[in-house]
């Protein structure tokens, strides 16, 4: 193993798996000092930083898949006072000079760092916001066994004997049907008939549906104290269920300061203005990348904000007279919407960081925009 002095500075990159870690360090002139892999367990975590920092003191690290494989050794090096930053896959042409392994991988993400181009923070994974995501992700599950569950019972009871199929016709929603079916006694020593067997399926499904709801309400509320607790001034806004602060939350993270401002925020939800002008044409279009989740949790605030916000409207107004087509109207709504989040989203943050300290109030109008940001700074 190599040594270096004190003074030196190492600059380490991570290819990470779920089974082991690949690991490479790089000194401050990008010179490769050595590669070796880890596992993926809190001893191959500290052995990890061990054989890194025998290089000398570790300057930064660049990880990849911060937030899967890697999440746990993030969480570590960050616990242990080490920078880290995320770094994406290798530019392909990298992949067809000197082809693809994890040594390389781990070499050009330490590459990266080192020329300064992987300069994103990854999320913080440790509070509140990661739980969050948790139960949301709990959450979401239960929502789409359910919806597939309620699709089958339909489907079941077209294809049911006919005097089962009479007996439930009573019922026109699948709620109500499913209601009848629970209420059903089939004979399971007699399920070779096809009567039977579908009493036994419908009901077996129809308790399922009910289990669902059940988890899917109590993961309602615990969301909507976790939510409440960490962002109770984004809750307030027009429009902004605790789904749509979830989703915004879970997308912007809990150190929401790893973003330059709010422009980083509107790309990251995909609510960027993308300049699509030629000539004498001067426009912008819609921006099809960032969080999708995140940018369609906008358009259904912008959508509510059209029906029930008569400043919206008004401003929908407008943009119409002045031109603009319903898609660029939604597209200009979003971005407002984002400035507007990203600031409630911020100050809810900052009072989880310092919760006793005063806070003091102003108000910022977004110029001709239709909405008024309140903004607290402590």
């Known amino acids: 193993m190599h040594s270096m002095k004190e003074d030196a500075l190492v600059v380490g990159g991570v290819d990470a798996h779920t089974d082991t870690h690949h690991a490479a360090a790089l000194d401050q002139r990008g010179a490769l000092l050595a590669t070796q892999s880890f596992p993926a367990t809190t001893p191959g975590y500290l052995e990890l930083l061990a054989w890194l920092r025998s290089f000398g003191e570790v300057d930064v690290v660049a990880v990849e898949s911060t937030g899967s494989y890697a999440a746990g050794l993030v969480r570590y090096l960050r616990g242990h006072g080490v920078r880290v930053l995320e770094a994406n896959q290798p530019h392909a042409h990298t992949r067809r000079r000197r082809g693809k392994s994890d040594p390389i991988d781990a070499e050009m993400a330490a590459r990266l760092a080192l020329a300064g181009k992987a300069t994103t923070v990854p999320k913080q994974t440790d509070g509140i916001v990661e ?178 916000c008569a400043r919206t409207r008004a401003y929908a107004r407008r943009r119409t007279a002045e031109g603009k087509t319903k898609p660029e109207i939604m597209r200009c709504l979003k971005r407002y919407i984002a400035r507007e989040v990203y600031y409630a989203l911020r100050a809810d943050l900052a009072r989880l960081d310092h919760p006793r300290r005063p806070t003091r109030v102003t108000t910022i109008i977004c110029g001709a925009g239709p909405i008024g940001i309140t903004r607290r700074r402590t």
Do not use: W
Not at 188 to 213: C, M, N, W, Y
Not at 240 to 252: D, E, F, K, Q
């Open 131 to 308: 739980s969050i995501r948790l139960l949301r992700v709990a959450r979401q599950s239960a929502v789409k066994s359910r919806s597939a569950a309620m699709v089958q019972l339909r489907d079941l009871t077209v294809t049911a004997p006919q005097e089962l199929r009479d007996q439930l016709a009573c019922r026109k929603t699948i709620r109500g049907k499913a209601a009848l079916c629970r209420r059903l006694r089939p004979s399971t020593g007699e399920l070779g008939q096809p009567a039977h067997a579908a009493k036994f399926a419908l009901r077996s499904i129809a308790v399922r549906i009910k289990a669902l709801d059940a988890e899917v309400a109590v993961l309602d509320r615990q969301l909507e104290e976790l939510v409440s607790g960490a962002a109770p001034r984004t809750s307030q806004l027009l429009g902004i269920s605790t789904g749509h602060v979830g989703r915004l939350l879970v997308t912007a993270g809990e150190n929401i300061d790893r973003l330059r401002g709010e422009a980083a925020f509107a790309a990251l939800c995909g609510a960027s203005p993308v300049p699509a002008s030629s000539g004498k044409t001067s426009r912008h279009r819609l921006n099809y990348g960032g969080d999708r989740q995140a940018n369609r949790t906008l358009h259904l605030i912008a959508v509510c904000r059209l029906r029930y």
